[in-house]
């Protein structure tokens, strides 16, 4: 099976080249030391914390219910109408896109009976009617009409609304809180670097193409393998391993975020071609290919991660090339991971500890062809 080809992306501002080619600069030092980031000691985590039902609901309080969650992307919502009903958590969030484009959120419950007003899934529609009883909202959440309203009763529409989230649309990315109280503040959250990562990569122009979820056994278990790629070479010799050198990256942190950056081989023979692909839970870097010889090529994948305090974990989701993933929406007690060692700059960054159930859900992306240059 041949390695798969890839095609020039984004042509990126000087400051943001920059910083993918220092990172190369470093994959490159490690190709040829046959070395990787490491942390100062090996990093144990007890199955426990994947099993215990306790422990997880301290995360979703802590983490999912706390820091503003990448619920989707703008191109999932393209236009007026649009929307994206998706399950966090286990509470269910509603995301719409009004006729003047702005984005809102809310919770995806009827304020009658509390019926689910949307299935899971992205669509179109100009008004919100419940299934149940048809009573029926804007794309705000206001409450527009009640059905046999004469014979039901007076009913105070200002007050009856759906109950809304705090929401932040941003560098191709949704933002979303589940604390209603809320605000959010992503400058002070991503910081001014990460920012401009994600900006550059431009995700606002990209086409939504497929949405794939795979269910997992606990969301931290998302979150761990993108985390390290020790697996390449026995996991995915002939998928990633073709274009993915194992056990070989480079970390950065900026906060509660971080990226590593794994090396590839081009399939030429004599010849490494040289890319930075960023991605984050937040989103993150674009891609721009250039050639060198003998030199590997910096896939970057940056993650989402509120610090580690004590046992409490964090949550976060990664992406990696034209694909975007995000961590896990739902739990369950099910499932557990055997403790690892890590290969990390630092175990608090290297790791998430959580439990429970866990999704995958993978958007495929296309960029038009004009927004592609030759890298």
Not at 25 to 36: P, Q
Not at 273 to 299: I, N
Not at 353 to 367: A, E, F, N, P
């Amino acid at each position: 099976m041949a390695a798969p080809h890839y095609v020039a992306g984004i042509d990126f501002a000087p400051e943001v080249r920059g910083d993918a080619y220092n990172v190369m600069a470093r994959l490159v030092e490690h190709y040829r030391n046959n070395t990787t980031d490491q942390a100062d000691t090996l990093w144990h985590e007890p199955v426990r914390a994947y099993r215990d039902p306790d422990l997880w609901q301290r995360e979703v309080e802590a983490v999912h219910r706390t820091v503003p969650l990448p619920l989707a992307m703008s191109c999932e919502l393209p236009g007026p109408g649009s929307y994206k009903s998706i399950d966090v958590a286990g509470t269910p969030v509603l995301i719409t896109r009004d006729s003047a484009g702005e984005m809102h959120a809310m919770l995806n419950v009827c304020r009658h009976r509390g019926a689910e007003l949307l299935a899971e899934g992205t669509g179109s529609t100009n008004r919100i009617t419940c299934p149940y009883h048809s009573w029926t909202y804007d794309l705000k959440g206001c409450l527009l009409g009640v059905y046999g309203e004469k014979t039901f009763g007076g009913v105070d529409k200002d007050q009856m609304g759906l109950r809304t989230l705090p929401v932040v649309e941003r560098a191709g990315l949704v933002f979303v809180s589940l604390d209603r109280d809320a605000t959010i503040d992503l400058d002070a959250w991503l910081g001014p670097e990460l920012l401009t990562l994600l900006e550059a990569m431009a995700l606002d122009k990209t086409h939504h193409y497929s949405t794939r979820t795979l269910e997992g056994p606990n969301w931290k278990v998302v979150i761990d393998g993108y985390f390290e790629g020790y697996h390449f070479a026995s996991l995915h010799r002939t998928t990633v391993f073709r274009t993915n050198l194992s056990n070989m990256a480079a970390f950065d942190k900026w906060g509660a975020h971080q990226r590593n950056s794994s090396a590839w081989p081009s399939p030429a023979v004599g010849v490494r071609r040289s890319s930075s692909r960023s991605s984050c839970c937040p989103a993150a870097p674009g891609a721009r290919r250039t050639r060198s010889r003998s030199s590997p090529c910096a896939r970057n994948r940056l993650t989402t991660m509120p610090a580690r305090p004590s046992s409490t974990p964090a949550t976060g989701s990664t992406t990696s090339s034209w694909t975007r993933t995000t961590p896990p929406a739902t739990a369950s007690s099910a499932g557990s991971m055997p403790s690892r060692a890590r290969n990390s700059p630092s175990a608090a960054t290297s790791r998430a500890s959580s439990t429970s159930t866990g999704r995958s859900t993978t958007w495929s992306l296309r960029r038009p062809r004009s927004s592609r240059s030759a890298g």
